[in-house]
């Protein structure tokens, strides 16, 4: 009897556990699909012995290129959502905040320092905005913040 073709069930259920201990390793994910493959055979196996090694490795093809296909679009749509869109754009978080001019804004348009960080504001009149105006941050786009003026300024 070659080794071949005296593969049992156990042998799949060994396959499975040594993809899944290299898959928590980092594989990202690839991996994944040939362990439930492996396991999903060393079923097949278990309730049908009588199945040649040939078939078993076709089945094991076939089923780990099906679960990794199936895992990564599932997977590619589910890490697409983005739980905190704002977490790294300074700009979209200060959109809805009032800060007051420190300098006039000629033409609606100049740069202002919020925090630590010198942004490129536009107003969306061409109006100047002068010294001491409130304005609200409406948009942001890059590094310019979109602002208006209170009270109908801006």
């Known amino acids: 009897m070659s080794i071949p073709s005296s593969l049992e069930y156990w042998h799949w259920i060994i396959l499975f556990f040594l993809l899944l201990s290299i898959e928590t390793i980092g594989a990202g994910g690839f991996l994944l699909g040939g362990a439930t493959a492996a396991l999903v055979v060393a079923g097949i196996n278990w309730l049908l012995p009588n199945l040649d090694w040939a078939e078993q490795l076709a089945i094991f093809a076939a089923l780990s290129l099906v679960f990794t296909v199936a895992y990564w679009y599932f997977f590619q ?35 202002v320092q919020i925090g630590d960080t010198l ?5 969306n009149s061409k109006k100047t905005l002068v010294k001491g105006t409130l304005v609200v941050v409406a948009g942001c786009q890059n590094m310019t913040l979109f602002i208006e003026g209170q009270k109908g300024e801006g």
């Open 119 to 123: 942004w490129k504001v536009k107003g």
């Open 77 to 111: 749509r589910v890490d697409d959502r983005d739980e905190f869109p704002e977490l790294n754009n300074r700009g979209s978080q200060l959109i809805g905040h009032y800060f007051e001019l420190r300098e006039d804004l000629p033409y609606g348009q100049g740069r």
